[in-house]
């Protein structure tokens, strides 16, 4: 092969890794689509018990899907479509689902005092509780979350039912179902 068909060649099969990339990329938004039927097209749900994904830390999401499908995490529904996402391709989808921009929510009435427990929260949610990195693994986004499902998912920490992060089921558990619901309700007006 002479320089010019080396230089050809290379070219050719680095326009080929792309599409080849850019078609799995494709592939697996289209699998997305049913996931929007549920948690919005828009990234916003008609439900206040489906939890807003899109724009959601990708890391939190990826360990959410892994732990649905393991049985990690209990939910009937999703476990079925956790499994309707090749393993191979879950940080991927993770990735394309947080990459999408968090839904903008009216906010109704003035905002809620802070409750005193928030300074704890923010330890490991971040000072603007929009999640990230913690000492305890990744913390998801609270801030502007329905408090429909902030307060279902704080009461399952609290009852065992959820039992993928040890910290939280503590936490949840010193605290009553009122503080609880007083706690999502300020998150969600954030
Ligand atoms: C039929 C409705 C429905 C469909 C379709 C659906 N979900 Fe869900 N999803 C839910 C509900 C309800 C929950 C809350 C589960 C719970 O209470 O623990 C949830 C929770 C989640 C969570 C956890 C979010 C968090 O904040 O912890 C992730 C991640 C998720 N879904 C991703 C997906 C993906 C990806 C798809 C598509 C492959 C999908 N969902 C399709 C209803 C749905
Ligand atoms: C020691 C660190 C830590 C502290 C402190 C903490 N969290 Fe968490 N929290 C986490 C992690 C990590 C997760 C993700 C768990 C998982 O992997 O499923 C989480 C998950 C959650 C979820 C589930 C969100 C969802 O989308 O399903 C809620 C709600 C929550 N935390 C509320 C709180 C509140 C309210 C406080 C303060 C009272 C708090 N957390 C304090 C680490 C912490």
Redesign the pocket.
Known sequence: MNRFSAVVMTALVASLCFLDSARAANALET??V??W???GAEGLPH?P?????QG?QAK??EK??RD?REGD???Q??SS??E??PFKDLAR??EL?AAKTWPARPVEGAPAAEPGVVATCKACHGDTLMGGPSPEGFA?RLSG?FAE?LD??MG?FARGQ?ANQKSMTAMMKSLGADERSALAKYLAGL
């Open positions: 699998a997305l049913t996931c039927s549920c948690h439900d018990t489906v939890p807003i994904i959601q939190y999401l959410q899907l649905f995490r209990e939910d529904i999703m479509m956790a309707s996402i989808a993770a689902i998801p979350q499902y279902a998912q399952t959820r």
